[in-house]
Each structure stands twice: as C-alpha cells, then as structure tokens.
C-alpha cells in the first residue's frame, strides 16, 4: 500500500528522533550542570580555606622616634623587626599588616571596635582593661613586654626639683594608656591627684615637642625622655622604675578578638608561636644584649639609652610570656585601680578573659615550659623562701 501524498516519511530503524529543539535544551541541561559543578568545586574550595585568612592584622599601639613605624623593647618589636610573623604566614599566602600607631592604646581599642584588627601587640594594660570594660570581645593570650618604666621629665632650666613640685602646673601624658594608670598611682603615693595640676593629654612625641618649647612644666614619659636629657633639653627627676613601688611598672600583653580566635584557632596557635620564639630569642640575649640593644635603636632610641633603661633589669625576665601569678595579680590590680581612678565604670573577671590554651601549647612544642621562672602575686620567684 502507498503512502498518502503529504503525508510524513516514518522514521527509519535507529534514527534519532530528537527534533532540534530537544537537542537544544539537552545542551543548556548539560551546560547548567557543568556550571553547577564548577560552582560546587569553588565552594568547597572556600570551605576547605575557612580556616586560613588572606592577612592578619596586628595593631601596635607605639611608634619609634619621629612617628617611624618601627618599636624596639620588646618581643613584639623583636617579631617585627626580625619579619618573624611573615616567615611563618609566607607560606600559606597570607600576609601581615602592621599598624603602627602613635594614638596608642585608645587607637588600637579603636581599631577593635570597628573589625579592622585581630591582635593587639603589647597592648598596655589599662587600654586593654578599658576596651574589655567597654564591651570588646577580646582575649588576653600571652605576655608581651611587662615591668615596663615610667620617667618624669621637665625642661632643663626648671625649678621642679620632686613630684609635690607638680602642684599647680601643666603636665603632659596620654591618657588612655597605661601612662596614665603608671600616673595616677605614682602622684596617689605623693598626696596628690589629677586635681592638683591641670593634665594635658599629649601623645608622646607632642609632650616631648612640649617639653623642648616649655609648653608644659613636666610630662610623663617612657625612655626616650633619656635621648633629651642627653641633648640638654630636659631634666629626668623621677624614675619608676620598680624599686620604691613594683606596682608602678607598666605591662603590656598580647591581645586577640575573639571572633578571629572562634574563627582560626589554628592561626591564632602559630601567632603565638611566634611571640614565644621572639621571647626565646631575646632571653638567649641576657648575658650579652648589646646585639638586642643595636637591633632596637632602628626605632630612633640610642643604643645607650636602651642600656641605661634596662641596666638593673634581665631582658629575658622582660621577655618572659607566661601569664603567671604575678601578672595575673598585676591585672587584677589594674582592674580595681582603673576603677578607684575613674578610668572604667564596671569591673570584670580577669581569670575569665585570660586563655593560656594557646601559649601551654606552644612552650609545650618549643620544650620551653621550664625555661622562664615563675612568680607568685607578690613578685617572688615561686618556690623561693
């Protein structure tokens, strides 16, 4: 029988019967889930990188000599200028921003409260117990520069001879730092109070400018007053440096944010790591520190006024990063006193801020657990009669 005129020709015996329009939406599925693929591949990627940063950023609240972004006195200064945080991140890809800043410790805690900083270096202790009093959510991991001095300088022709002298006049020192707290215990054990003199809050290289200017009559400092005594320029007539009271010595810790410590625990662990190996390397100094000392004028301070500041003083005790019962007992202090003083308005549970998780881990890995003595609350040696 034939076919009708017109009528379609049937298809032959395993001929396709997919029309063009089939093919085509076959090509879109199969593109689509090529793409799905590729977009499944990129997260897990992501996934798999979620414990790793692209930076990690460490907010420093000092400045060398003429505002250089450059500290000495420290292990944090000892990582910086050693690159010892970018040789162990160099590596992974993830680089390191340094933040030097001349507002201190307030600049940092600036930084904190704005997500723009996951550690803070030496951060002094009363601008770290003011931003945990404020609400920051941070740790408090390691020591990190601790029985730091305080000096007292005045222009050279000045009459001020002791600290009742302050009485009535101008004196400069930054407020928010733990300057300030150094401050307020030092003139509370000589009868006076903030009241007695007017306060002008400088940063320290503008207390320095202010000292040479006779802007001020005195101004609170650390050892780089020493570089103007030698210059002729200023008289120091006070020195705390822990032998009337050890508690005016200034300390300084490593801080971290809690998210980024939530977030890369691993990270966090090498940080550090990093800070233990820079104490190490500076108590290996003890016997001999002129090569630490040298290494520390790149911040503007001469190489005799590092001696002379820490000439009573073991740079590795300096060095030292255990949160031991000294330090803890310091803090504790500083708390209470901040509040005494008006500096916070609540309290807090330092042992609770305090997490040593990381740094056991660390003296554990270097076999350095015994390496640094241990002090009691009252500044002994533990152990020691």
Do not use: C
Not at 86 to 110: C, S
Not at 295 to 303: A, D
Request: no cysteine; hydrophobic share 40%.
């Amino acid at each position: 029988m034939t076919q009708g005129v017109g009528l379609p020709e049937p298809p032959r015996p395993g001929a396709s019967s997919k029309t063009p329009v089939n093919r085509k939406k076959l090509t879109m599925r199969r593109t689509l889930h090529f793409f799905l693929f590729l977009i499944s591949l990129i997260l897990v990627g992501d996934v798999a990188r979620a414990d790793k940063p692209t930076v990690i950023r460490i907010a420093v609240p000092s400045v060398g000599i003429g505002n250089r972004p450059i500290i000495g006195g420290s292990p944090i200064a000892n990582i910086g200028l050693r690159g010892m945080m970018e040789d162990e991140f160099r590596a992974d890809g993830i680089r390191i921003q340094w933040t030097y800043l001349p507002g201190a410790g307030p600049a940092v805690n600036e930084l904190f409260a704005n997500g723009l900083a996951d550690f803070g270096g030496g951060l002094g202790d009363l601008p770290s117990i003011v931003g945990k009093a404020g609400g920051l959510k941070t740790k408090l991991l390691a020591a990190a520069g601790i029985r730091q001095h305080t000096y007292l300088a005045v222009p050279a022709d000045s009459q001020i001879r002791t600290i009742e002298d302050l009485r009535g006049k101008q004196v400069a020192y930054q407020k928010g730092t733990n300057i300030q707290l150094a401050v307020a215990k030092i003139i509370a054990a000589h009868g006076l109070t903030e009241h007695d003199f007017r306060a002008v809050n400088m940063d320290n290289e503008t207390a320095k400018s202010a000292i040479i200017t006779h802007s001020v009559d005195a101004a609170f400092g650390q050892y780089d007053y020493l570089q103007l005594r030698d210059q002729g320029t200023a008289r120091i007539i006070y020195v705390a440096n822990g032998e009337d009271n050890p508690s005016f010595l200034k300390h300084s810790t490593l801080i971290a944010s809690e998210e980024f410590i939530n977030k890369y625990p691993e990270i966090t662990e090498r940080v550090v790591k990093v800070l233990v190996q820079a104490a190490k390397w500076q108590s290996d100094q003890d016997a001999n520190p002129g090569p630490l000392y040298q290494l520390w004028t790149k911040s503007g301070v001469p190489f005799n006024d590092w001696r002379e500041d820490l000439q009573k003083n073991s740079v590795k005790q300096l060095a030292s990063p255990l949160v031991d019962d000294y330090i803890r007992a310091q803090y504790k202090r500083a708390v209470d006193d901040s509040k005494r003083f008006g500096l916070i308005r609540n309290t807090f549970d330092v042992d609770s801020w305090v997490d040593t998780s990381f740094l056991q881990k660390a003296l554990h890995e270097l076999n350095l657990e015994n390496y640094w003595p241990q002090y009691d609350a009252s500044g002994k040696v533990r152990g020691s009669s």
